[in-house]
């Protein structure tokens, strides 16, 4: 399987090109997007499709947050401006560290831990908002829904590792279940939409990597490594984000902003990655 940073590697990369495909879908209805997307997303695993059902509880509490996670984001995308709603939810990694350290055995919460995860969110806000964002009484409700979406993801991310173990390929079933929901919703609040071959196109390299992809191999490291630095490193999402627009979209490069996101991104992953706790524990030893 791979080293559980690699996959975290991978993880980035693919999300962090999602934004410069879905640009070129902006005139699609959203549920209608993430549902076809989530749909292609369940294929690699569809041979252990027997799996999926075996464990409805389970089947459920993925369900809930995979399409859970998506209607809000993009309910706070149409309810809020879109830098501050990003913003918000990039709340993620932080709570992922903290939930980490309150709720996983063996991974108690140090101010390294706390102060790295910090430093990258900075990092990441400068990228996501350029140092500049307004925050409006009027946008409650989107930003609400963007810090629900950002629990949401937390919480996905880290309490199945205080459930029994299940195979990655349950995955597929989290997505095939909030695909179907997601079309539901379309067909019931948006309307319908014709797709040309290009989209198709664009839709597959998404369905297959950012939502597809991406999911499988999210859920393999956070099973084998430590969800703090994880989290911390996610933050290089929003920057590669940009890279991959500017370079692809806007025809832009890399400016001072990237730049210094980039080295608190860096030097808060590092800060996650100390272990406090083994030199306390080595002088607590009696005699010593």
Not at 11 to 23: D, E, G, N, R, Y
Not at 204 to 222: E, K, N, R, T, V
Not at 231 to 237: H, P, Q, R, T, V
Request: net charge positive; glycine share 12%.
């Amino acid at each position: 399987m791979g080293s559980p940073y690699l996959l975290v590697g991978v993880t980035i990369l693919l999300w962090s090109s999602f934004a410069a495909l879905l640009v070129r879908l902006n005139h699609l209805p959203p549920l209608l997007l993430v549902g076809l997307a989530l749909g292609i997303g369940s294929l690699p695993s569809l041979t252990r499709a027997r799996q999926w059902f075996s464990r409805p509880g389970l089947l459920a509490f993925g369900t809930a947050g995979m399409f859970g996670y998506h209607l809000l984001l993009f309910l706070a995308l149409r309810l809020a401006p879109p830098v501050e709603a990003n913003l918000l939810n990039y709340l993620w990694p932080v709570l992922m560290v903290f939930l980490a350290g309150l709720v996983l055995p063996g991974r108690r919460l140090g101010l390294p831990h706390a102060l790295g995860a910090l430093m990258a969110f900075i990092g990441a806000a400068l990228v996501i908002t350029g140092g500049r964002t307004s925050f409006e009484s009027r946008y409650l409700a989107g930003y609400s829904c963007a810090v629900g979406a950002a629990a949401i993801w937390a919480v996905y991310s880290v309490l199945p590792r205080r459930m029994a173990p299940f195979p990655t390929s349950m995955v597929g079933g989290f997505c095939l279940v909030s695909s179907l929901l997601a079309l539901a919703g379309h067909a019931l609040f948006e309307p319908p939409a014709i797709l040309s071959g290009r989209d198709w196109g664009i839709l597959l390299a998404i369905g297959l990597g950012p939502m597809g992809l991406a999911f499988y191999s999210w859920d393999a490291s956070l099973k084998r490594g430590d969800p703090r630095l994880i989290g911390a490193l996610s933050y290089l999402i929003p920057v590669l984000s940009t890279l991959w627009l500017a370079l692809t979209w806007a025809g832009g490069g890399i400016t001072r902003t990237i730049v210094a996101a980039l080295a608190l991104i860096v030097g808060g992953s590092a800060l996650s990655s100390m272990r406090p706790g083994k030199g306390a524990g080595r002088r607590r030893k009696p005699g010593r």
